[in-house]
């Protein structure tokens, strides 16, 4: 994957969400937690449109958050106690339930992860390894944290209604654990793909 990404494919990839997004709410049976569920897939991709001109990612990114949006639009149709999948591997490990909701913490702290790097470094504020990789980490457990606030706030305002976009399932950790996977989906990020992201980053800055 070389960087950056042409603005047509972007293109051709934000047609693909959007039409993967008109599927979705056509067949999910709860319009109101779908919502809720794919609002960061409406809220984030007209602000990569708005800023690809003036801060392009790297294509590693933009690959990442388009499996992102997949994981979330998933999560959507379904609500994520009942995607399908999530059932499948609950059998094959015995769990006490569906784990598909950890896939998208996961990825929760990894993207987050990244983008933070992304901004640190390319734009001189941190030249530091180490506290690049702090930084980021801080940064990805922050927004882990603010999601779960916002799943508590919809509790309290919707209260047996948000059920559904709470996923808890019956499990009283599951705000911790939600974090704890958001933690290592950054530090998977931070560290395992550390040199495929650096050498995308200087490609980046070899060319403005």
Not at 53 to 69: D, M, V
Not at 129 to 139: A, D, E
Request: charged letters at 15%; glycine letters at 6%.
């Amino acid at each position: 994957m070389t960087a950056p990404i042409s603005p047509r494919i972007l293109l051709i990839v934000a047609a693909l969400l959007a039409l993967t997004l008109i599927v979705s709410f056509g067949i999910t049976h709860d319009r109101l937690t779908w919502l809720m569920e794919v609002m960061p897939v409406l809220i984030v991709v007209p602000v990569l449109a708005w800023t690809y001109k003036r801060f392009p990612l790297t294509g590693l990114l933009y690959f990442l958050i388009f499996l992102h949006a997949l994981i979330l639009i998933v999560g959507g149709t379904y609500t994520y106690a009942h995607v399908p999948i999530g059932f499948v591997v609950q059998d094959w490990f015995d769990l006490a339930r569906n784990p598909y909701d950890k896939l998208g913490h996961f990825w929760q702290g990894l993207v987050p992860a990244l983008v933070a790097k992304e901004i640190l470094v390319r734009n001189g504020h941190v030249t530091g390894r180490k506290m690049v990789v702090f930084l980021s980490l801080c940064v990805a457990m922050a927004i882990s944290a603010w999601y779960e606030l916002i799943e508590w706030w919809a509790a309290l305002i919707m209260g047996q209604g948000a059920d559904e976009f709470l996923g808890l399932q019956g499990d009283e950790w599951d705000t911790q654990s939600d974090m704890w996977f958001a933690c290592m989906g950054a530090l998977f990020a931070l560290l395992i793909l550390r040199r495929w992201h650096d050498r995308q980053i200087a490609r980046l800055a070899s060319r403005n």
